[in-house]
């Protein structure tokens, strides 16, 4: 059975280094131009930093230049590829045809990947791509098993899909709705997500007459998509027979990064050690991805839930509160806070190769010594513990169950 490689995002230096840690064999990361998530963009400093970091731990790194190109972005994308060259970046992922052909023409050498935002969904599509130059195809999220399967089996350039993460509701990601209501470009990485806002219909003739969508009792979201998870259909994955899956997220935190990360990773590992017993794991792999910040779940377009989900809100089931910087030995750690968290609070443990475990905050002092009972976020403190930590290693704690607020009309 192949390994399909795992290719996860990363949003800053940071996240490039939790990934890798967390066990991605190779990340996608972008610049603040000529990539489709601008909050993410990266500095050059940074991306070659990160690139740099990446291949001394044997993973590849590639760099997403998928914005549909204006004539002016002409001007300064040779610059940008002429660094991305020199620092040695694995492949580009593109998505105009105009900027393949400038790369084909001025860095032969660069390899270029299709992005989904040119939406392969059929075979023949991939072969034209194919012939331009492209030696891996992203396909799109539209697709069944069934069609990948048919498209993987015929093609000759490698091919990876999305596993896990947010969907775009328009296809293939090329929306206009966010430049239509506030005039900010999704296409050049600027995107507001409207898709997520609540909507009413009101007739033309009966203005201030609102009427109700299949929704809540706070309104409708008709192009609120849910989020893609393809953990539990493992063995229709494997059998693909895919080169890598892709994890979506570059704008979304080290936490979110890391266990999901994990978890695919450990669930692959597994299949591929042990098919049969695959199963026994699979509730608690799926737990772990609940525990995580996101929306209901659906498992890809075989299934027709994609759009059917009644809230923008998130699941949130765990809040992260630490991660550990530095082994200090002893069974000394120090650990930088990022939310609240008190003396003698019980957290979970997620090591990056070991299991999960739990722990009470009993022994926590501030970087002096002094005894701590409540710490802020972004504080450093101490914690001794016998349980074994490892660097990278996060906090986190079950969230408060909440009542749903009674909301009145």
Not at 74 to 83: H, I, N, Q, T
């Amino acid at each position: 059975m192949k390994t399909p490689e795992i290719t996860a995002p990363a949003g800053n230096l940071e996240k490039v280094k939790m990934a890798i840690n967390y066990g991605a064999e190779a990340i996608y990361l972008g610049g603040p131009e000529f990539s489709l998530r601008q909050r993410a963009g990266m500095s050059r400093d940074d991306i070659a930093l990160g690139v740099a970091y990446a291949h001394q731990a044997e993973r590849r790194v590639y760099a997403a230049v998928n914005i549909f190109a204006r004539n002016d972005d002409f001007d300064r994308l040779p610059g940008y590829l002429a660094f991305l060259t020199e620092i040695e970046i694995d492949a580009v992922i593109v998505s105009d045809p105009g900027i393949i052909r400038l790369v084909k023409r001025e860095f032969p050498n660069l390899k270029i990947h299709l992005s989904t935002q040119m939406n392969v969904t059929n075979l023949s599509s991939l072969l034209f791509w194919a012939e331009q130059g492209v030696s891996r195809v992203v396909l799109a999220r539209e697709l069944g098993f069934g069609e990948i399967e048919f498209i993987k089996q015929n093609s000759p350039v490698e091919i990876e899909i999305f596993v896990h993460g947010a969907v775009c509701i328009s296809y293939s990601g090329r929306c206009y709705l966010s430049q239509y209501m506030i005039n900010r470009n999704a296409n050049r990485g600027e995107c507001a997500h409207p898709c997520r806002w609540r909507y009413t219909i009101v007739e033309e003739k009966r203005p201030g007459q609102y009427y109700e969508i299949e929704g809540d009792e706070r309104g409708a979201y008709i192009q609120n998509s849910r989020d893609l998870c393809l953990l539990g259909e493992m063995p229709k994955l494997i059998d693909l027979g895919l080169d890598a899956w892709k994890i979506e997220g570059r704008v979304k935190g080290i936490y979110y990064l890391g266990a999901v990360i994990k978890t695919y990773r450990e669930a692959r590992d597994a299949y591929l050690a042990n098919p049969d017993d695959y199963h026994e794991g699979l509730g608690a792999w799926l737990a772990e991805l609940d525990k995580t910040s996101h929306r209901p779940f659906f498992s890809g377009a075989d299934n027709d839930e994609i759009t059917r989900t009644t809230t923008s809100n998130y699941l949130r089931s765990y809040q992260f509160v630490g991660l550990v910087k530095e082994i200090m030995g002893n069974n000394l750690y120090r650990i930088e806070a990022r939310n609240q968290v008190r003396k003698n609070e019980r957290v979970e443990i997620i090591n990056p190769y070991h299991e999960n475990q739990t722990l009470d905050l009993v022994d926590i002092t501030d970087t002096d010594g002094a005894p701590l009972t409540l710490v802020q976020p972004n504080q450093e403190f101490l914690l001794e513990t016998d349980i074994g930590l490892e660097k990278w290693a996060m906090l986190r704690k079950p969230l408060p169950i909440r009542e749903p607020l009674e909301l009145k009309r």
